[in-house]
């Protein structure tokens, strides 16, 4: 760990920040990548349940259990060294009724037939690159399999990992093509979301009513949110789809 300036920061194994809270503030979501992951609600009602596979500091189960009250948070994490040390230093709540840390295997866990969510969070990274069990196509499937109808999967991706392009083109394969990209504030990071259920477009006019709603209720930058969406997402003036095409893929930066 580290502190600089009021922000206590997560390091795993490198320099990279893995995770962040302002010691002032600590059920906000300090880093950019984390409050742009919050826009899966953007595209349906606050979900029931929460699956998060990876837990860092902590900071979106937090900001989950205390401000979305209706939804019970899981999150799966590998290492219980990560999990005492969130709990210690990242004000990461202990378990209730709504809200359980489970040590396990995330990739195993999602396979297991028993497992369901509305929403998947899936933010597994080591020192240096996205975690190879939580990017395999076997991986993407086991997520679509265990949302519920309408559920949707959240993954964050770094733009500039060589195997991006790879990646996405992975959750593509399992969800059917239902899937968009939502660049964060920060470079970097680029949100991806897949649908377990394609809903084929969204109106801009709905979405922009939610993004203003959602901003004035939970504090977060919606509107922007809706913003980036436009930069590597097929869409025209009145819809966003979510059905890639050639077009959005050359955007994206694969042929």
Not at 13 to 30: F, H
Not at 77 to 88: D, G
Not at 156 to 162: E, H, I, P, T
Request: proline share 5%; hydrophobic share 40%; aromatic share 10%.
């Amino acid at each position: 760990m580290s502190e600089r300036y009021g922000v206590r920061t997560l390091h795993i194994g490198s320099e990279t920040v893995q995770s962040a809270m302002r010691i002032s503030k600590p059920l906000d979501l300090e880093l950019s990548y984390t409050r742009s992951m919050m826009g899966f609600l953007l595209f349906a009602p606050p979900p029931r349940e929460v699956l998060m596979i990876g837990l860092g500091g902590g900071s979106l189960a937090k900001f989950v259990y205390h401000r979305l009250p209706a939804t019970r948070v899981r999150a799966v994490e590998v290492s219980p060294q990560v999990v005492a040390i969130a709990r210690q230093y990242f004000h990461v709540p202990p378990n209730d009724a709504r809200f359980e840390i489970l040590v396990a295997d995330g990739a195993e866990y999602a396979t297991r037939k028993n497992v369901t969510a509305d929403v998947l969070i899936v933010d597994g990274y080591d020192a240096d690159a996205h975690a190879e069990e939580l990017a395999s196509r076997d991986f993407y499937a086991a997520c679509r399999e265990c949302l519920k109808e309408g559920g949707t999967l959240v993954v964050n991706l770094w733009g500039g990992d060589k195997s991006f392009a790879t990646l996405l083109q992975r959750i593509e394969s399992a969800f059917d093509g239902a899937v968009l990209c939502l660049p964060a504030e920060r470079p970097g990071n680029i949100i991806v979301f897949g649908f377990r259920s394609d809903p084929g477009s969204f109106e801009w006019n709905r979405i922009d009513a939610e993004a203003r709603r959602m901003e004035s209720e939970l504090g977060l930058e919606f509107p922007k949110f809706v913003d980036a969406l436009k930069k590597m997402n097929r869409h025209d003036e009145r819809l966003l789809y979510t059905r890639s095409d050639r077009a959005t893929n050359r955007a994206r930066g694969f042929p």
